[in-house]
């Protein structure tokens, strides 16, 4: 069977490209047998159909090279991203397959200390999106799956950043992890008790087992700022293990900076020069015009003696 060439870019956004040969709707296996899942656009759709699809693929890349560029080490609770490319007219994204099997069929199976190791790795996906501004939005059991030891929360297609509203979103509204919590909330209460609760539902927590009741308290508040936070859930489940710390972007980037100021050092502003100011002079008035007295002098004696000359001849 021949190999298809995709091109595109690694998590880092390096180019890259694969070679890979279709195994079903969704899955692709590379040269080297390697088994990933392989997301696209619907090869048949209307054009609202098909503008959805791109943001929630745009949305899923986002979230993917965030959570990659931020954490050193892959996330089990969390997709692991391979490759991606948005700038061409057949975008994609590749990644690992999700481990074990999506818990979409129930959960009422699920042994008593499984289920707390399955609400830890639920909540610890969560606290581990909160730290990096992130919100899944789309929390249910239909993106989470489960293998026996560890809980993952795949379909990140509407995770938007925390105070930003979704591009679909209807009514405007920000994203907050209290969002997540509480949808969170709602599978919890599901594994307990065995009963879905609906979106918009808040289920009886009084007339639950004392352990359930507290577990949830708080979290199904109408005020999303009100509920506990996913990492003070792991807090009531007693969980131990440490969460990674995502890399802080600022700190990460000051030896660049600092390199870059190293090769090309910043402009010392020069003083200006100061031309020289001429003064300008104020204005002279013209002095008024004198006559000359030894002109008029001889004036005064000429009409003087012509008086004169004309009494002596009178």
């Not at 699809?53 to 080490?73: G, K, M, Q, S």
């Amino acid at each position: 069977m021949t190999h298809e060439t995709l091109s595109g870019r690694d998590p880092s956004g390096r180019e890259a490209a694969w070679q890979v040969q279709s195994l079903d709707a969704d899955r692709v296996k590379t040269d080297d047998g390697t088994t990933l899942v392989l997301r696209s656009l619907p090869a048949e759709a209307n054009p609202v159909e098909l503008a959805t699809a791109e943001v929630l693929l745009d949305n899923e890349i986002r979230a993917l090279t965030r959570l990659h560029t931020r954490y050193l080490r892959p996330l089990p609770e969390l997709p692991r991203i391979v490759g991606y490319d948005f700038d061409s007219a057949e975008p994609f994204l590749l990644l690992e397959p999700p481990i074990g099997k999506c818990v979409d069929g129930g959960l009422r199976t699920l042994l008593i200390d499984e289920r707390r190791r399955f609400m830890i790795g639920l909540f610890r996906a969560l606290a581990q999106l909160d730290a990096v501004d992130l919100v899944h939005g789309a929390v249910g059991l239909s993106s989470l799956c489960w293998d026996g030891a560890t809980t993952q929360l795949t379909n990140l297609e509407h995770a938007v950043g925390t105070g930003e509203a979704s591009r679909l979103s209807r009514n405007g509204s920000v994203a907050h992890p209290g969002h997540d919590v509480r949808a969170a909330g709602r599978v919890v209460y599901e594994l307990f008790t065995g009963r879905s609760v609906a979106v918009g539902d808040t289920p009886d927590l009084a007339s639950q087992p004392e352990v359930l009741a507290s577990l949830l308290r708080g979290v199904f508040d109408p005020d999303p700022r009100l509920r506990p936070t996913a990492v003070q859930m792991l807090e009531r489940l007693n969980d131990r293990d440490p969460l990674p710390r995502p890399v802080d972007v600022t700190s990460a980037m000051k030896p660049g900076y600092d390199r870059f100021d190293e090769l090309r050092p910043p402009k010392v502003a020069e003083k200006p020069v100061l031309q020289p100011t001429v003064s300008r002079l104020a204005p002279v008035s013209p002095k008024p015009q004198q006559i000359p007295l030894v002109p008029l002098a001889v004036v005064v004696f000429l009409v003087v003696a012509a008086i004169a000359i004309l009494v002596a001849v009178i």
